[in-house]
């Protein structure tokens, strides 16, 4: 490695060489200038004139076909029809009243512990929808199982909600490979 000798001011070459600099032009801004003369600006115009109107029928045709869609729909609702919903509506409510009667009776809307095998049968032949939980007294996260289970009870009272203690129900436990 040789050291470069400092160039001296009486010396004709300078210590760097200087390259010219060039101001970079944007890459968006066109190399020239060109403004649209009169004619062409009438063009431009002219033609977003032309779509505005185009837009502007089609929209209006859409509102036409819409209000009358409405109309004729304003025409068939009539009073027998408002009744007709409003009587439909109150059986659909009588129906799910005398729903949550029975499931009451069946004894959903509890978490019941289910004491033996039988039981377990008797309950699940019952009620259309069983949650069952295979419990191990031993096991602390069966206990907070529990309490998860004891929150769900209240929202569905379509299900019926059992627990059994899987040590004392071997049969279950092993047809249902739990």
């Known amino acids: 490695n040789k050291a470069r000798k400092p160039t001296h001011a009486h010396t004709h070459e300078p210590a760097t060489p200087v390259l010219p600099i060039h101001k970079a032009r944007p890459t968006n801004t066109p190399t020239h200038t060109?403004?649209?003369t009169m004619a062409q600006a009438a063009q431009v115009a002219a033609v977003q004139q032309a779509v505005s109107a185009v837009v502007l029928d089609s929209l209006l045709k859409q509102e036409e076909e819409l209000d009358k869609?409405?109309?004729?729909?304003?025409k068939k609702l009539d009073e027998d029809?408002?009744?007709a919903i409003r009587r439909k509506r109150i059986e659909q409510m009588k129906k799910a009243q005398k729903a949550k009667k029975e499931w009451a009776a069946a004894g959903h809307g509890s978490y019941t512990e289910i004491s033996d095998q039988k039981e377990f049968f008797a309950a699940v032949k019952r009620s259309k929808r069983v949650v069952?939980?295979?419990y191990r007294p031993t096991t602390w996260r069966c206990?907070?199982?529990d309490k998860h289970i004891g929150k769900v009870v209240a929202k569905h009272p379509e299900?019926?909600?059992i627990k059994i203690d899987a040590e004392k129900s071997p049969y279950l436990v092993d047809k249902l490979k739990i």
């Open 34 to 36: 060109h403004k649209p």
């Open 69 to 74: 869609e409405i109309e004729t729909l304003d």
């Open 81 to 83: 029809d408002l009744e």
């Open 132 to 134: 069952c939980h295979f």
């Open 143 to 145: 206990g907070i199982i």
């Open 159 to 161: 299900t019926k909600f």
